[in-house]
């Protein structure tokens, strides 16, 4: 119940007891909480009280609102497990079937436009005229959006790429006869930025809130680099597990 003598703040009182409903089952996951001022007749707290602690679990993922609906609780995070994370989670290039991503948009971009890939692909001298295709792409799971991904790919080295995705076809035969240009390894690096317009729009979150940015490099075995994925991942639907054995 809700102490109104403690030192603890009453709405991370409120907070704390919703949080142990759902952990408990009194609230199951998808159901409807009480509203705002059910609340406030529950524990005899007012309104900024109570809308400060559903703010809050809202934000952090615990739950989500439906305009004229009311409050729900939210499914568990996805756990992104570092221990087994690989960097080709989000791959075009080693994707079975890349058609299957949710693309966004398809597009050929000059390198003069993208001057941050000259050191990552490692391009010197002239280069005017290198092209990439960028391919933006969206994953989810049951229905809700977990991350919003952008990959370049030298159109060198996959010429038809655009055209193959757009007929559909797997990455097998994207990969056909370039054995030299399979992807085999990756480096990953990982930080938490904030989003702006364009990212919460496809997140379907709102501007200035944090995601979790991952940058893979994928090299193939002649430690070529064949493709460039940056992938932002929702924090609040995405959990993060690291583990360490000595």
């Given at each position: 119940?809700?102490?109104?003598?403690?030192?603890?703040?009453?709405?991370?009182?409120?907070?704390?007891?919703?949080?142990?409903?759902?952990?408990?089952?009194?609230?199951?996951?998808?159901?409807?909480?009480?509203?705002?001022?059910?609340?406030?007749?529950?524990?005899g707290?007012?309104?900024?009280?109570v809308?400060?602690?559903?703010?809050?679990?809202?934000?952090?993922?615990?739950?989500?609102?439906?305009?004229?609906?009311?409050?729900?609780?939210?499914?568990?995070?996805?756990?992104?497990?570092?221990?087994?994370?690989?960097?080709?989670?989000?791959?075009?290039?080693?994707?079975?079937?890349?058609?299957?991503?949710?693309?966004?948009?398809?597009?050929?971009?000059?390198?003069?436009?993208?001057?941050?890939?000259?050191?990552?692909?490692?391009?010197?001298?002239?280069?005017?005229n290198?092209?990439?295709?960028?391919?933006k792409?969206?994953?989810s799971?049951?229905?809700?959006?977990?991350?919003?991904?952008?990959?370049?790919?030298?159109?060198?080295?996959?010429?038809?790429?655009?055209?193959?995705?757009?007929?559909?076809?797997?990455?097998?035969?994207?990969?056909?006869?370039?054995?030299?240009?399979?992807?085999?390894?990756?480096?990953?690096?990982?930080?938490?930025?904030?989003?702006?317009?364009?990212?919460?729009?496809?997140?379907?979150?709102?501007?200035?809130?944090?995601?979790?940015?991952?940058?893979?490099?994928?090299?193939?075995?002649?430690?070529?680099?064949?493709?460039?994925?940056?992938?932002?991942?929702?924090?609040?639907?995405?959990?993060?597990?690291?583990?360490?054995?000595?």
């Amino acid at each position: 119940m809700i102490n109104k003598y403690s030192n603890v703040p009453l709405y991370s009182q409120l907070k704390q007891l919703i949080i142990d409903k759902i952990e408990s089952g009194d609230y199951p996951v998808e159901s409807r909480i009480p509203s705002e001022q059910e609340f406030c007749e529950l524990y005899g707290i007012s309104r900024p009280t109570v809308r400060q602690a559903i703010s809050e679990l809202t934000n952090n993922g615990y739950l989500y609102k439906e305009k004229g609906k009311g409050t729900f609780v939210a499914k568990p995070k996805s756990k992104v497990d570092i221990k087994n994370y690989n960097g080709f989670t989000d791959s075009i290039l080693d994707s079975h079937d890349p058609s299957q991503h949710d693309i966004i948009s398809l597009h050929t971009v000059r390198i003069n436009d993208m001057p941050h890939l000259k050191d990552i692909f490692g391009i010197q001298g002239p280069s005017a005229n290198v092209e990439f295709a960028e391919i933006k792409y969206v994953t989810s799971e049951s229905k809700s959006v977990l991350s919003y991904n952008t990959s370049y790919i030298p159109l060198a080295l996959f010429p038809d790429l655009l055209e193959d995705i757009k007929d559909r076809k797997p990455s097998y035969d994207i990969l056909k006869g370039k054995y030299p240009l399979i992807p085999v390894r990756s480096k990953s690096t990982l930080e938490i930025v904030y989003t702006d317009q364009k990212d919460a729009q496809y997140l379907q979150i709102q501007p200035g809130l944090p995601v979790i940015r991952i940058a893979n490099i994928l090299y193939s075995k002649s430690g070529q680099t064949v493709e460039y994925v940056i992938s932002k991942y929702r924090a609040d639907k995405c959990q993060l597990v690291f583990e360490h054995n000595k």
